[in-house]
């Protein structure tokens, strides 16, 4: 290769340079700014399906997460009190299509009241599945019924935490409350 062919394909390398940072945006505008949150999974308040009148005390960006605890999940009464209260207020759907896992996670706040539900449904796949509507609601209202829950403290201090219950589901049937 001669040189007036190296010195072309350097003048070309040197402008497809220059075009590509002119045309990228350097600066971002403060007004542009995104907001992410803190941890995938946190649950923001919504205003279309949360109750309005439940707060966390100590801020978003203070809720602990349950690998944060330290110990497991905080029940006022222990499991059995909240594994009663599920076999004593579900009613089970026969359905041999009806199986898999039904996740209700939430916030626990300072005052250890729950608010900001959300529901995750899959198959023993793990894949999504939407369940009958009268299993879900089932137990999401008891769910947001059980008020025992107990205010943990960090330092002395009552903090927020976020919780959750699976439901294993078969045919229909609640078989198994985790955690």
Do not use: H
Request: proline share 2%.
């Amino acid at each position: 290769m001669n040189r007036t062919n190296r010195m072309k394909k350097s003048y070309l390398a040197i402008i497809l340079l220059f075009s590509i940072l002119c045309g990228c945006q350097t600066e971002k505008k403060v007004s542009e700014k995104q907001e992410y949150l803190r941890w995938v999974g946190d649950i923001e308040q919504n205003d279309q399906i949360d109750d309005l009148s439940f707060e966390v005390c100590n801020g978003d960006d203070k809720i602990l997460q349950y690998f944060k605890l330290g110990e497991g999940p905080v029940y006022n009464g222990e499991k059995s009190k909240v594994l009663n209260t599920f076999k004593s207020n579900y009613k089970p759907i026969s359905d041999k299509k009806e199986n898999g896992l039904i996740r209700i996670r939430f916030i626990v706040n300072s005052k250890g009241k729950a608010g900001r539900f959300r529901v995750l449904q899959s198959g023993y796949d793990y894949q999504e599945k939407q369940f009958n509507q009268k299993i879900v609601s089932q137990l999401l209202n008891i769910t947001k019924g059980i008020e025992n829950w107990e205010v943990f403290y960090r330092n002395e201090v009552p903090v927020d935490y976020y919780m959750y219950l699976i439901f294993k589901i078969k045919n229909g049937q609640l078989t198994e409350i985790l955690p």
